[in-house]
């Protein structure tokens, strides 16, 4: 029973080791290169009620087309609109964060967007700072 045991192992290590990977291809991810032309903003003063718009410029820096996979941002009170296509090399595209304070965003904020795409690292932060005012 041992020299079965024994022989059925040698004979899978065998066949284990003749397996060829010749077949298998490894996948290199090419990543794109993303840079902006302000990760930080100071919006200034927004009175409780209304809305700012903040623009930022994701310039593509590869020649990877830059795919924007999602913007989330850091509270509800902020939406984001995100180019849907690819970058192409050397050209930008608009991300555009709508900030809308309510009553408990008085007085000074800090906000930021997550920009998540295929960069390495996968996502960029963004920032806006300013004041929230009662008219």
């Known amino acids: 029973m041992k020299i079965t045991s024994v022989i059925v ?23 794109a290169s993303i840079s902006f032309t ?36 850091s509270c509800s009170c902020t939406v984001s609109k995100f180019p849907k296509k690819p970058i192409l090399k050397n050209d930008s595209g608009l991300i555009v964060a709508t900030y809308t304070p309510n009553k408990t965003n008085v007085g000074y904020l800090e906000k930021s967007i997550v920009v998540l795409s295929n960069t390495k690292p996968a996502f960029t932060v963004l920032s806006f700072s300013g004041t929230v005012t009662v008219e």
Not at 43 to 52: P, R, Y
């Open 38 to 73: 302000s990760i930080s903003k100071d919006i200034g003063t927004v009175v409780l009620g209304t809305s700012k718009e903040l623009s930022f410029y994701a310039i593509n820096k590869s020649d990877t087309p830059l795919i924007i996979d999602s913007v989330k941002s």
């Open 9 to 31: 192992a040698v004979i899978g290590l065998s066949l284990l080791a003749s397996c060829s990977h010749e077949g298998s291809k490894k996948v290199v991810k090419e990543y």
